[in-house]
């Protein structure tokens, strides 16, 4: 037990430290409240309006999401190999190329296919 005593400190001190800042910022923060600061804020153009159940997003939108889930995830895969690359030798190399060439194949398929653009 006397392992996880720091880590429980630390993590007291951080929920207390987050609880702190919070409370203090609602009670010594400026409250001058109007209009333009309780609009939604969208890069300086006015928002427009939006339908009551929140509207639909284009398809193009959910895709880019699964493209960046999916690339994200095959170049997580990459750290594992970069801590252990000593002792793969050349089969971990050779393996590796093969993963990396993987991903550019799919890469080079979605920018052809204009899944990247933004449009």
Not at 15 to 32: D, E, I, N, W
Not at 35 to 62: D, H, N, S, W
Not at 74 to 94: M, N, Q
């Amino acid at each position: 037990m006397d392992l996880y005593v720091p880590i429980i400190v630390l993590g007291v001190l951080a929920f207390g430290f987050a609880v702190f800042s919070v409370v203090m910022a609602s009670l010594t923060g400026p409250k001058r409240w109007n209009r333009a600061k309780l609009e939604a804020y969208e890069c300086g153009i006015e928002p427009t309006p939006q339908p009551v159940g929140g509207g639909r997003f284009p398809v193009k939108y959910y895709l880019t999401a699964m493209l960046f889930i999916v690339f994200d995830i095959e170049i997580i895969f990459l750290y594992p190999w970069a801590v252990a690359f000593d002792r793969l030798g050349l089969f971990g190399l050779v393996e590796m190329v093969l993963f990396i060439l993987t991903v550019l194949v799919a890469y080079a398929y979605i920018w052809r296919r204009g899944g990247l653009e933004w449009d």
